[in-house]
């Protein structure tokens, strides 16, 4: 954003979602502070985020117990298949 | 052969993602039984590999709207999130949750994946490299999404199917 230009919604949301390095917010900020037509933008986009996260929290899922022992076994269990195959496979390709 | 090291950053990981991963699937998805499988196999697949990718939250969302396609592809389409109501307040709940259901199912899919992703804190360099985008076009795209999205709720308010 040059010092005469208007912000983007793009900027105005990154603002907002706190992305972008410090001192680019910090001049969007008091761009958004002095600027009416922008602090009305900026406000809508907050709002519509507001709403957009309420109504998303609404389809939060019930809670299941995510459990990490039973997938590393899964994925070994593989492993071993694999490496069981992979014997066989040499076994029965070998040349006498 | 994998080492102690990557044993507990995958642990690490598993702490810091899974629950996300399944929040994720489950509003993309609204099949329960569909998400926590979906989110296990990511983790299997990444623990097989046997390293970390360079950007682990980026990866296994990946892989999953990867698992996700394939599914959909050979299955029948994603079951209905909408909940049975017993009280008026659980009806009402119920009928907020079907409109936002309903204004969510309406966008398309990329833009239903970006305001998701979203949601669950994802930084703006993961869903770029996610969805394939510029960094610098995210926030364009959010703005534009959030507004939609909100739109089409509020209009499936004033006029209910």
């Given at each position: 954003m040059s010092s005469s230009a208007h912000p983007t919604d793009g900027e105005l949301r990154e603002l907002l979602d706190g992305e972008g390095p410090q001192a680019?917010?910090?001049?969007?900020?008091?761009?958004?502070?002095?600027?009416?037509?922008?602090?009305?933008?900026?406000?809508?986009?907050?709002?519509?985020?507001?709403?957009?996260?309420?109504?998303?929290?609404?389809?939060?899922?019930?809670?299941?117990?995510?459990?990490?022992?039973?997938?590393?076994?899964?994925?070994?269990?593989?492993?071993?298949l694999r490496q069981a195959v992979h014997a066989v496979w040499r076994i029965f390709t070998r040349k006498p | 052969m994998i080492d102690g090291t990557f044993d507990q950053a995958f642990r690490r990981l598993f702490t810091e993602r899974a629950a996300s991963l399944y929040r994720y699937l489950f509003r993309l998805s609204g099949d329960v039984a569909l998400s926590v499988e979906i989110t296990q196999e990511c983790f299997v697949r990444l623990y097989r590999s046997g390293r970390l990718p360079d950007a682990p939250a980026a990866w296994l969302v990946s892989t999953a709207h990867d698992l996700l396609h394939r599914r959909y592809l050979?299955?029948?389409?994603?079951?209905?999130?909408?909940?049975?109501?017993?009280?008026?307040?659980?009806?009402?709940?119920?009928?907020?949750?079907?409109?936002?259901?309903?204004?969510?199912?309406?966008?398309?899919?990329?833009?239903?994946?970006?305001?998701?992703?979203?949601?669950?804190?994802?930084?703006?360099?993961?869903?770029?490299?996610?969805?394939?985008?510029?960094?610098?076009?995210?926030?364009?795209?959010?703005?534009?999404?959030?507004?939609?999205?909100?739109?089409?709720?509020?209009?499936?308010?004033?006029?209910?199917?």
């Open positions: 680019r917010r910090a001049v969007l900020r008091a761009h958004v502070t002095e600027c009416e037509e922008c602090g009305n933008r900026y406000a809508a986009l907050q709002e519509s985020r507001a709403v957009a996260e309420s109504l998303l929290d609404l389809l939060a899922p019930r809670p299941v117990e995510l459990k990490v022992d039973p997938v590393i076994q899964r994925a070994r269990r593989f492993a071993y | 050979a299955d029948e389409e994603p079951q209905s999130v909408e909940p049975v109501p017993t009280t008026d307040a659980a009806a009402l709940a119920a009928d907020l949750m079907a409109s936002a259901h309903r204004a969510l199912a309406r966008l398309p899919e990329r833009d239903r994946r970006l305001l998701l992703l979203q949601h669950e804190g994802y930084e703006y360099r993961d869903i770029a490299e996610i969805e394939q985008l510029a960094p610098g076009g995210v926030g364009t795209m959010l703005a534009r999404v959030s507004d939609e999205f909100r739109r089409t709720y509020d209009e499936l308010q004033r006029t209910p199917d």
